[in-house]
């Protein structure tokens, strides 16, 4: 397999310390990795580095000349929000190109599961699902050999993260991709690169068998590194008795020997195995009881997104009590987060509703996917101040969280995704909460992140009501479930039923693949988008979406076997 792309010794500083240090490998034509590691652990920062957005405190990455690359981003650049969905695509072409590639846009926009009337939207209006479809659209426009993908399942809803792995799936290049979710890494990917303690650990095999192999050397290396041990406290016990016979004796050789066995002991100090720090931080989250038949009731209550406008969907009639673990689940855009703002406003207003009532003693927590009760401008120690005054139990918990004490100061504007979702569940470990609103709490969180929240949810004394789209959590973790479909909210009592519905009512969106299934490529680089000149079949089926101005540009597509016109 041909090499597109090579790293080595790269180093990176920050402010803060070192983020990693000499890493060194190669990817290959074919190559479909998975990267995963703790928040924070500087995986946004490699994929930056591989795409030259930003370059290394030392170390160089040498890039083939056939090899083009494309980073999809976690986030739509701000630039592109005002832009329709073809503006914001051919903004990745030269302007001289762009008229001649219209057409080319178009297909590529209907592959992705756009429709003809999606066109006009712009970026701004679309939903999360959608983001990360215009996203990989962007990136599929350049070609590209190796695609570079950070995190593209955040704020995917079940039908939309199928249609991500099957896209993985078929794509014909290669690919690195920072992805929490073991599923979806397990069903693209056949390499595994794990960042932690400041080096990279690369295996052959899919993310749960690899994470497995790490675990499994972690354990070796502990019990070697335990035998080294105690071979060097052994060394040192013999080199101190030889010293202080060699001073109480006045005798030259016993202490000739004590030095040589110090000498010994850094030698062994030197070569021996490292093992890993772990997890900075365990997520715990505690809980308070209220004696009551009820935290909240919702009785006839229509959920809009925002004053004014048109109602989302309807509850008849719901409550829910102490222990219950609810989750909230339909597709995107449906209104689950509409609800659980609707209930924070309520509880901050303290106005009486009679469609929404809150027990009068109940506190609540909210978790916010925005992150925004986080202000920017606040450091990390004063974001803290609303859920533990006390200075002290503030300053413990960064710490104990993997924020040292000179990063207190540091303004929250600066965290990465993942660092920001760690304050805020810092915040909520701080505080009891009898009633606890979860927002897509996962989508920032690592896979330990995740396993340690669904073990804490399990125990949690008071309520909670959970919107997310992660399988395993809400599997592990919730005992009743709550789906949004056709404008109201219904009880379910069965997780595989609620899911099979979703999949039942959403749209069915496929990846086109080649006649035959086989994988087309073009010299220069892997098609991944619409190759008119080797895929017809799939230019066919989305040929009705594209408009007639550029049909006439390319009118005609040509096959290996011959000619064939499309015809209007």
Known sequence: MSTLLTAQSLHVDTAFGTLFDDLS?????????????????????????????????????????????????????????????????????????????????????????????NLSLTAQTLSGGQHTRLLLARALMRNPDLLLLDEPGNHLDLPTLLWLEQFLQNWSGSFVVVSHDPQLLDAVTHGTWILRDRTLHAFDLPCSAARQALAERDVSDALRHKAEQKEIDRV?????????????????????????????????????????????????????????DRLLEMTNLSVVPAPGADTLFSIAGIRLKSGDRVAIVGRNGCGKSSLLRLIWQQFQSQLASPSLVLHPRVTLGYYDQTLHQLADNDSLFDALEAFAPQPEIRKMALISAGFPWVRHAQRVSTLSGGERSRLLFVGLTLARYSLLMLDEPTNHLDMEGKEALAETLQSYNGGVLLVSHDRQLI??????????????????????????????????????????????????????????????????????????????????????????????
Request: proline share 3%; hydrophobic share 35%.
């Open 25 to 117: 490998f190669t990817l290959k034509k074919g190559d479909r990795i998975g990267l995963i590691g703790y928040n924070g652990c500087g995986k946004s920062t490699l994929l930056k580095l591989l795409d030259g957005t930003i370059s290394p405190t030392s170390g160089a990455i040498a890039q083939a000349n056939h090899c083009h690359l494309a980073r999809v981003e976690q986030h739509l650049p701000d630039d592109i929000l005002p832009l329709t969905l073809q503006e914001a695509v051919l903004a990745q072409l030269p302007e001289h190109e762009r008229a001649a590639q219209q057409w080319r846009v178009e297909a590529l926009l209907a592959e992705m599961g756009f429709t003809p009337e």
């Open 475 to 568: 599997s592990q973790s919730c005992n009743r479930f709550w789906l949004i479909d056709n404008g109201e909210l219904s009880e379910w009592h069965d997780l595989e039923a609620v899911n099979a519905r979703i999949r039942e009512t959403s749209v069915e969106i496929t990846v086109p693949k080649t006649a035959g299934g086989a994988k087309t490529e073009k010299s220069g680089g892997s098609i991944t988008g619409i190759d008119c000149w080797n895929n017809f079949s799939i230019l066919s089926s989305v040929w009705p979406t594209i408009s007639p101005a550029s049909r006439n540009i390319k009118n005609r597509c040509y096959r290996r076997n011959g000619a064939r016109r499309l015809n209007v």
């Open 236 to 292: 040192t016990a013999s080199a101190k008795r030889l010293a202080t016979w060699g001073r109480v004796y006045d005798n030259e050789d016993l202490s000739r020997k004590a030095k040589q066995m110090e000498k010994q002991v850094q030698r062994l100090k030197e070569v021996q195995t490292e093992v890993t720090s772990g997890s900075q931080w365990t997520l715990t989250l505690q809980g308070d009881a209220l004696r009551a």
